[in-house]
């Protein structure tokens, strides 16, 4: 029922951009908060962005090591949530996850992942 669907993942060089997409369809997307999630190899998950519902007005929060070069969005009307990603450097490489929560401390939904790979 509930489906995150990621795509825009590729190789970069470094410096490159890219723009990350995830269609989400099963629920009332407008009501969720979103996330984008990463897992590099050998490296532990971590938070990249969050983004609020529309009762939150879509406030955002980003990694340290991302502010200022990433942009998480979302269109409401499409469903669907959106990074962008400039400066890429080669810790940035990873597989990128699109997540949904309803209500703070319920169940993450997550989507099969994108992966971003930024040569060295």
């Known amino acids: 029922q509930v489906q995150l669907e990621e795509s825009g993942g590729g190789l970069v060089p470094p410096g490159g951009s890219l723009r990350l997409s995830c269609a989400a369809s099963?629920?009332?997307?407008?009501?969720?908060?979103m996330s984008w999630y990463r897992q590099g190899l050998g490296e532990e998950r971590e938070l990249v962005a969050a983004?609020?519902?529309?009762?939150?007005?879509?406030?955002?929060n980003y990694a340290d090591s991302v502010k200022g070069r990433f942009t998480i969005s979302r269109d409401n009307a499409k469903n669907t949530l959106y990074l962008q990603m400039n400066s890429l450097k080669p810790e940035d490489t990873a597989v990128y996850y699109c997540?949904?929560?309803?209500?703070?401390?319920?169940?993450?939904?997550w989507g099969q992942g994108t992966q971003v790979i930024v040569s060295s």
């Open positions: 983004i609020t519902n529309a009762t939150g007005s879509g406030s955002t």
């Open positions: 099963g629920f009332t997307f407008s009501t969720y908060d």
């Open positions: 997540t949904a929560v309803a209500v703070v401390g319920g169940p993450h939904y």
